[in-house]
């Protein structure tokens, strides 16, 4: 097992302090921190290469375009796609599964058509889907979960009919923790002839991904939350789709010839990518990628599970404390509530005590509704938490759950 204590060190903004107290940053499902490798990439972008890529026979053009197209290989590495062609950038997750639910909308579903999402998905993944279907007249059905927060199988098979034209699920719930068992879904879809969409956003940063190996038709995921800026995202799509699909935006870059009558499109990878590309982004996310691979997603997701471990075992002797959720596999995420005080009133507390946690509906309605609860408070880990972290996280909440009583 690694010492992850080195790495902390990466993490400038870890040293920060908030009303005079160490930060605790447990808000890492909303948002990373960068690492300085991270901060230094951008700083070299632009002071040594900034230039726009894809368009210019200069020199620093071709210095940009060489970084930006290498990003595209870092990344379709990093999630084990066949080509880096099957790998679009876009500005995060939610533009990720906008471009499919329109585009694939567009060329595939008709009226009568279901779509299936699940119930504990983030409104990213239910909200593009619903627009989709409103525009094609088809209906949306939801996989129910079970009060542990695990999806119901059994029923998801039921559902699938010749009417579904496509899947989209989570890999892991940004609410619950829960892993789904993408890759069970994603045959069960197959046997059907139905294609899955799987929104990576709270996995990609915790666990090894393998396009491949899960079979996935599209994979959604955003930089931000796996330590590179914001802005940018990642689309993997099989290239049968992204072939057969109409393009997204129109404008330059993405076009092969433009006249009155008639235009062409570019081939893949640059069909879904309109306007200047965020290169800085791409750049910045590749660097982030070969950090986090240096370290070892294996070893990461191991430290992280210990982790939660740990602090379930220290929270679960906290007074009146529940945890919303208790899914067999769970990554990343922690959501809980103390009695029946408001979460919001739980989080504002901690803030007070230097420990950073979100609370709320967690852009989930549906599941919060479920749970038949005003939201939740959420602890949610990186690769920089430690022990230290959680035992002073406990300290603070065993305070606030006691100014509470
Ligand atoms: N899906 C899930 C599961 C998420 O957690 C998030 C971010 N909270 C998103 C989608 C949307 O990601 P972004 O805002 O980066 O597009």
Known sequence: MKDFSQYREDFPLLKTKVYDKPLIYL??????????????????????????????????????????????????????????????????????????AF????????????????????HSNIVPWQLMCERKMATLKVIPITPDGELDLDAFKNMLNEKTRIVAVTHVSNVLGTVNPVKEIIHWAHLNGTPVLVDGAQAIPHLPVNVQDLDADFYAFSGHKIYA??????????????????????????????????????????????????????????????YVSAIGMEQIAQHEQELIQYAMEQMACIPNLRFIGMPKHRSGVISFLIGNEHPYDVGMLLDKLGVAVRTGHHCAQPLIEYYNIPGTVRVSLALYNNKEDIDQFVLALNRVANMLL
């Open 27 to 100: 808000d890492n499902g909303a948002t990373t921190q960068k690492p300085q490798c991270v901060l230094d990439k951008l700083n070299e972008i632009y002071t040594l290469y900034n230039a726009n890529i894809h368009r210019g026979v200069h020199h620093l053009s071709q210095i940009a375009t060489m970084a930006h197209e290498d990003a595209r290989k870092t990344v379709a590495d990093f999630i084990h796609a066949k080509s880096s062609t099957e790998i679009t950038f876009t500005r995060g997750t939610t533009e990720s599964i906008n471009l499919t």
């Open 103 to 122: 585009c694939f909308g567009e060329r595939y579903v008709n009226e009568g058509d279901e779509i299936i999402v699940s119930h504990m998905e983030h």
């Open 229 to 290: 800026p914001t802005g940018i995202g990642v689309l993997y799509g099989k290239a049968k789709w992204l072939e057969e699909m109409p393009p997204y935006q129109g404008g330059g870059e993405m076009i092969e010839h433009v006249s009155f009558e008639k235009t062409t499109f570019n081939e893949l990878p640059y069909k879904y990518e309109a306007g200047t590309p965020n290169y800085e982004g791409s750049i910045a996310l590749a660097e982030a990628l070969h």
